[in-house]
């Protein structure tokens, strides 16, 4: 028995740690495509690329544009909505001004079945080649609008990042403090808008803790 005494005693003295981490993430809220901002800026930068400004009306219209394909995944690498999207759609149902948009410098655009985190879905899907890489560091970008968001409630999940050249004080301004709120399901960057996942609370961020308490107790109902 005093072989078991101590991994017992340890998996014990973690399991309330565990616990709080666990209430602890299932109480907090964060926002998927805050976090894509946040990576491409850091990647950036470590490549002696300026950082971005984070355009809270161009991430809304990121979400537009995700939305414009209706769930159709497999039409993400072939096509693109039109142009007129951003004047006619997309700007009307953020409440963005038309005449502060400015030109798209580079798209990142990317769908699949399963959700990821954003540090998977940026180096897994967004950014896996040469010209995602290209896209990201190009010099041409001064600010980035990014978006996440599943489709009727799950997947397919869709992840759209969208660079400017405007100014981040002018363009893509918004009718009243924030973009219009009729745009959910979803996430949108640079709104500090709490956002647990891409159909706004459908992927739990707790519960990959949950799964670790719940090993933890039948590990410890074997000993």
Same mark, same amino acid.
């Given at each position: 028995m005093a072989m078991f005494a101590r991994p017992l005693l340890a998996t014990l003295l973690l399991l309330p740690a565990f616990l709080l981490s666990a209430a602890s993430a299932a109480d907090s809220k964060s926002n998927p495509a805050d976090e894509l901002v946040a990576l491409i800026n850091s990647? $950036? #930068?470590?490549?002696? @690329?300026?950082?971005?400004?984070?355009?809270?009306?161009?991430?809304?219209?990121?979400?537009?544009?995700?939305? @414009? &394909?209706?769930?159709?995944?497999?039409?993400?690498?072939?096509?693109?909505?039109? *142009?007129? %999207?951003?004047?006619?759609?997309?700007?009307? #149902?953020?409440?963005?001004? @038309?005449?502060?948009?400015?030109?798209?410098t580079g798209r990142l655009v990317a769908c699949q079945s399963q959700y990821l985190a954003p540090a998977e879905a940026f180096g897994?899907?967004?950014?896996?080649? @040469?010209?995602?890489?290209?896209?990201? $560091?190009?010099?041409?970008?001064? *600010?980035?609008?990014?978006?996440?968001?599943?489709?009727?409630?799950?997947?397919? &999940?869709?992840?759209?990042?969208?660079? %400017?050249?405007?100014?981040?004080? #002018?363009?893509?301004?918004?009718?009243? *403090?924030?973009p219009k709120a009729a745009i959910h399901p979803g996430c949108f960057s640079g709104n500090n808008d709490d956002c647990s996942g891409p159909t706004n609370g459908a992927v739990l961020t707790s519960a990959g803790a949950l799964r670790l308490v719940t090993a933890i107790l039948f590990a410890v109902a074997a000993l």
């Open positions: 990647n $950036r #930068t470590a490549g002696k @690329a300026s950082s971005v400004s984070d355009n809270q009306g161009l991430g809304c219209i990121a979400l537009q544009y995700i939305k @414009a &394909y209706e769930g159709h995944c497999d039409q993400v690498d072939d096509k693109k909505p039109m *142009e007129s %999207s951003f004047t006619d759609t997309f700007a009307p #149902t953020c409440g963005v001004q @038309a005449t502060t948009l400015s030109k798209i897994v899907l967004l950014v896996n080649d @040469a010209k995602g890489l290209q896209i990201l $560091r190009s010099k041409n970008h001064t *600010e980035v609008g990014a978006a996440v968001s599943g489709t009727d409630g799950g997947g397919p &999940y869709f992840w759209c990042v969208l660079f %400017s050249d405007g100014k981040p004080t #002018t363009s893509f301004k918004v009718d009243g *403090e924030v």
